[in-house]
């Protein structure tokens, strides 16, 4: 995997640190979790300490917005992962019926659980799950959708869920929902970055003209047909004064006397990837 400048973000608000010490707190209550990442940046969305904190709890990896990444790049990312003998479940989270491979895999590990009950004269009990992630990977949403109603509030922007509260699915597994978080230093530059184009940090973290560059330069390297399609460029200019200008025409951003907003052009690029306006793209790349 290609090597990535270091940088030192530090973006750690203090419910994430009290997520952290409240899930420690309900360890020995949960059977099993789902670690929820974005498809679209499956090693960025990854929490780097996640394995040593549940290092003896079977792990499930959820690899959520599949419809909107590039899937030859991903499955790519699928492999390696499932080399490293993680199990991983690609969901579509705008289909309702996703969760049958997710329930039956659950059901497949924790299945030594339930037979140890069941030799002690116990009945099977409901699995408990915690579904864990880093903000706006679709955490919500999956829980939406196991639990079969509007249990768990939605959103674009990181930080919609505030508490860890316990949900009931129809298919006897209890999920512990918790907020997304993130590690307290966000030291590599590349991965801040991924994160703030698919709006799992916020967007005053990082300048907003510095993500939507890297999102052109994205486009331009990997996928130069959408930036075609989009905006109307063939490359991104080294002047980034000429791109935006045309861009900007482009998308009507003119103001009086005929000059570019080019804080718009800048919110038009990042609400390109958060709407889901531009698809079949991902950010991390596996051989580069």
Same mark, same amino acid.
């Given at each position: 995997? &290609?090597?990535? &400048?270091?940088?030192?973000?530090?973006?750690?608000?203090?419910? !994430?640190? $009290?997520?952290?010490?409240?899930?420690?707190?309900?360890? &020995?209550?949960?059977?099993?979790?789902?670690?929820?990442?974005?498809?679209? !940046?499956?090693?960025?969305?990854?929490?780097? /300490?996640?394995?040593? !904190?549940?290092?003896?709890?079977?792990?499930?990896?959820?690899?959520?917005?599949?419809?909107?990444?590039?899937?030859?790049?991903?499955?790519?990312?699928?492999?390696?992962?499932? $080399? !490293?003998?993680?199990?991983?479940?690609?969901?579509?989270?705008?289909?309702?019926?996703?969760?049958?491979?997710?329930? &039956?895999?659950?059901?497949?590990?924790?299945?030594?659980?339930?037979?140890?009950?069941?030799?002690?004269?116990?009945?099977?009990?409901?699995?408990?799950?915690?579904?864990? %992630?880093?903000?706006?990977?679709?955490?919500?949403?999956?829980?939406?959708?196991?639990?079969?109603?509007?249990?768990?509030?939605?959103?674009?922007?990181? %930080?919609?869920?505030?508490?860890?509260?316990?949900?009931?699915?129809?298919?006897?597994?209890?999920?512990?929902?918790?907020?997304?978080?993130?590690?307290? $230093?966000?030291?590599?530059?590349?991965?801040?970055?991924?994160?703030?184009?698919?709006?799992?940090?916020?967007?005053?973290?990082?300048?907003?003209?510095?993500?939507?560059?890297?999102?052109?330069?994205?486009?331009?390297?990997?996928?130069?047909?959408?930036?075609?399609? *989009?905006?109307?460029?063939?490359?991104?200019?080294?002047?980034?004064?000429?791109?935006?200008?045309?861009?900007?025409? *482009?998308?009507?951003?003119?103001?009086?006397?005929?000059?570019? /907003?080019?804080?718009?052009?800048?919110?038009?690029?990042?609400?390109?990837?958060?709407?889901?306006?531009?698809?079949?793209?991902?950010?991390? *790349?596996?051989?580069?």
């Amino acid at each position: 995997m &290609n090597s990535e &400048n270091k940088t030192n973000i530090n973006y750690y608000p203090g419910h !994430m640190a $009290k997520t952290k010490r409240l899930i420690k707190e309900k360890y &020995n209550l949960i059977d099993i979790f789902y670690e929820v990442i974005d498809a679209r !940046m499956p090693k960025s969305s990854k929490i780097k /300490d996640i394995d040593e !904190m549940f290092k003896d709890k079977p792990h499930i990896l959820i690899m959520t917005k599949y419809d909107l990444c590039d899937t030859e790049v991903t499955n790519k990312w699928v492999d390696y992962y499932k $080399k !490293m003998g993680y199990h991983i479940v690609c969901l579509d989270l705008t289909k309702n019926d996703i969760t049958t491979k997710l329930v &039956n895999i659950t059901h497949d590990l924790t299945d030594d659980l339930q037979q140890k009950r069941i030799e002690k004269g116990l009945a099977k009990k409901d699995i408990r799950a915690l579904v864990i %992630g880093v903000p706006n990977v679709g955490k919500s949403t999956l829980i939406n959708r196991l639990v079969g109603r509007k249990a768990a509030s939605t959103g674009n922007n990181p %930080g919609v869920t505030k508490n860890l509260s316990w949900l009931k699915t129809n298919s006897d597994i209890l999920l512990l929902d918790s907020p997304g978080i993130l590690w307290p $230093k966000l030291d590599n530059e590349t991965q801040a970055l991924n994160l703030a184009s698919l709006a799992s940090i916020p967007i005053d973290i990082l300048p907003i003209d510095r993500v939507a560059i890297y999102i052109l330069h994205i486009l331009e390297k990997y996928y130069p047909k959408i930036l075609k399609e *989009r905006y109307n460029i063939e490359r991104v200019n080294e002047d980034i004064s000429i791109t935006y200008d045309e861009i900007g025409k *482009r998308i009507g951003a003119v103001v009086s006397g005929g000059d570019i /907003d080019y804080d718009r052009v800048s919110r038009t690029i990042l609400e390109d990837v958060k709407q889901e306006r531009i698809k079949g793209i991902t950010f991390d *790349r596996i051989d580069d």
